[in-house]
């Protein structure tokens, strides 16, 4: 059966996607938290809502986040003033749009990559799935 | 010490892609004073707090000599960056002062900046730093009295915590 316009728009959102084949599906998702920049980027190309912006931001985000990554500045200066651990997630208000953990949620992943194209701050990763790896395992179930 | 005009020398930044480092600057020379004195980096809105300051300078009204003023072009101009860096880098405290609520000359800048602010405190609070480190004010252009009532209750609450412990 041909595509429909529908069709064809979600296999451009789904890159390397062919119907019938499975073989774009199924990339494993590696999400890198000490690089996110919170800009929900991938919660917004993520055709499933696997990937959501939440309401709460992870201190450790900051506290771990790499000198030369897009908040160093602000975790450098988070590691100079830290006096204890912190104890847990810290409610963001309305308005701070940017510092807000995305909640990933592998169960309704499809492993498309949508969000690691999408990325602007390569803190997702999306390894392509082994074929062999992929096709035994639609044998066994 | 008594006079405002020696006291408070703005360090001006010149757009607000250098207010980063105008903050960081002015933590810097407060720092490298190496006094037991504490200091203050206020943040000031330029369409009313700062003319409130200039008004107040003016006047000859006497502030407290730990505040170091950095202009911004509005209070929604300065991020959770700006406050938790003049920390790290020397002050005790940082205050943002903007325009009266619903008055922003930007229409919702100084909403930006209150949430800006109540974040930088929970991020400080997560830490383990005291949140009244950093706090928000604001006034109009014409209350200078104002906005030197707000430095003095700053300093104050500085005045009040032991001085800022820094990795």
């Keep these: 059966m041909p595509l429909t316009n ?46 959501t912006r939440g309401d709460t931001f992870d201190v450790n985000q900051l506290l771990d986040a790499p000198a030369e990554s897009r908040r160093g500045a602000l975790g450098a200066a988070m590691r100079r003033l830290q006096r204890r651990a912190p104890s847990g997630p810290i409610e963001v208000p309305t308005r701070v749009a940017t510092y807000r953990t995305i909640v990933y949620d592998s169960e309704r992943c499809l492993g498309c990559g949508a969000c690691a194209r999408a990325c602007p701050a390569d803190a997702i990763e999306a390894a392509a799935p082994e074929v062999g790896a992929a096709s035994s395992a639609k044998v066994t179930s | 010490m008594s006079t405002v005009a020696e006291d408070t020398r703005p360090v001006a930044a010149g757009s607000a892609a250098t207010s980063s480092a105008a903050a960081r600057e002015a933590a810097t020379l407060l720092a490298g004073a190496g006094t037991a004195e504490r200091s203050i980096v206020a943040f000031c809105c330029r369409e009313c707090a700062y003319a409130a300051a200039d008004a107040s300078a003016n006047a000859r009204t006497p502030l407290p000599p730990t505040v170091r003023l950095v202009l911004m072009p509005c209070t929604g101009r300065v991020s959770p960056l700006h406050l938790l860096e003049a920390l790290a880098n020397g002050a005790d405290g940082a205050m943002v002062a903007g325009c009266l609520l619903g008055q922003c000359h930007y229409r919702e800048g100084n909403y930006n900046a209150v949430d800006r602010v109540l974040f930088a405190q929970r991020l400080l609070e997560s830490v383990g730093v005291e949140p009244e480190r950093v706090r928000m004010f604001t006034m109009s252009a014409g209350e200078p009295p104002r906005f030197v009532a707000a430095v003095r209750e700053m300093d104050r609450t500085i005045r009040a915590l032991p001085p800022l412990g820094r990795s």
């Design chain 1, 6 to 51: 529908r069709g064809h728009e979600v296999a451009d959102r789904l890159p390397g996607a062919t119907f019938g084949s499975g073989s774009a599906l199924g990339c494993e998702i590696v999400r890198h938290d000490e690089l996110c920049i919170g800009c929900g980027r991938c919660a917004a190309a993520c055709p499933t809502g696997a990937s």
